[in-house]
């Protein structure tokens, strides 16, 4: 999983009360901060991928997307809650209508397979449901599940797995796994254009590449400085308004992109989890060296 540098996040912890259960990373350019991906220690996991849409409004939507992952990460631990029930409630209510486009993989990893929904779904029956058998490996990215021409999918999964076929006859360990993975992640088959274009100009380009170098014009390395202070305010979606409420496309558009968190996480049949994140940028889209922006986690999922 890669988390893209274009609004300020936190680096992955457990979150606070009341939701000390929850190990993620959290989107703090809205108020919700709310996250793209989590896992808990009863075992729920969630993991989101915005959709490539075609203007800004529908891209970030009402509300913040992370409030999906979280509505299921930060449930009470005590709360008995189907992978199918919170899904049908989801629809119901109608909250998945009033993000931007998302594809959302939830469910618990001592309970598969996992569900992936979006808000193009109307209905439960129509769920996608994934990892159900052993050796099964399944590529999402910022599109519709089983959209299969974007490259970087195809790639992804047949480099998925290699790696770990690879990593199985070495007899190797996990954090060589883990290393195995980030090679994966950092695949980078972009086509470079002209210098200083920026993500307007890239957008179609980006579905050919699963690692994204850093887009943007020198000259606008400030702005990723101010996505900083953007942050603190209620809802960072004001400072893209065109003065009627609705969303500017263009400063939508700015500033600067690249993959800034790259995630790994692995689950054992005992029920160990190891959650492996590296930062490549701070929230300024200062380079970090590799290494020095490394955090790992691991625990034992509570039965």
Not at 2 to 14: C, G
Not at 39 to 65: F, K
């Amino acid at each position: 999983m890669q988390e893209f540098l274009h609004r300020p996040t936190s680096a992955v912890d457990w979150w606070p009360e009341p939701s000390s259960h929850v190990l993620g990373s959290r989107d703090l350019a809205r108020a919700a901060h709310g996250t793209w991906m989590g896992v808990t220690r009863q075992g729920r996991i969630a993991v989101l991928t915005n959709y490539r849409e075609d203007s800004a409004c529908q891209a970030v939507g009402q509300c913040s997307r992370g409030t999906i992952v979280s509505s299921w990460l930060a449930m009470p631990p005590d709360r008995e809650c189907s992978t199918r029930q919170f899904i049908e409630d989801m629809i119901a209510d109608g909250t998945a209508q009033s993000v931007g486009g998302f594809s959302l993989v939830c469910g618990k990893v001592t309970e598969l397979p996992l569900a992936i929904m979006s808000n193009r779904v109307s209905h439960v029956d129509r769920i996608t449901w994934v990892a159900g058998e052993r050796g099964e490996t399944v590529g999402l990215s910022n599109t519709a599940f089983g959209d299969r021409p974007w490259p970087k999918i195809i790639q992804g999964e047949a480099l998925m797995k290699q790696a770990i076929e690879a990593h199985v006859q070495a007899g190797e360990g996990e954090d060589e796994l883990i290393q195995r993975l980030l090679g994966v992640l950092s695949t980078d088959t972009l086509p470079r254009l002209a210098d200083g274009a920026g993500l307007e100009t890239y957008i179609n380009h980006l579905r050919k590449s699963i690692f994204v170098p850093v887009i943007g014009g020198q000259d606008e390395v400030d702005r990723a400085a101010d996505e900083v202070a953007a942050g603190q305010v209620p809802d960072k979606v004001g400072v893209l308004t065109n003065g009627d409420g609705s969303l500017d496309q263009k400063a939508y558009m700015r500033g600067l992109y690249g993959t800034q968190k790259q995630t790994v996480v692995l689950v054992d049949h005992s029920g160990r989890v190891k959650y492996f994140e590296r930062t490549l940028y701070d929230n300024a889209a200062k380079p970090i060296p590799i290494g020095k922006g490394d955090r790992c986690f691991e625990f034992m999922i509570e039965q």
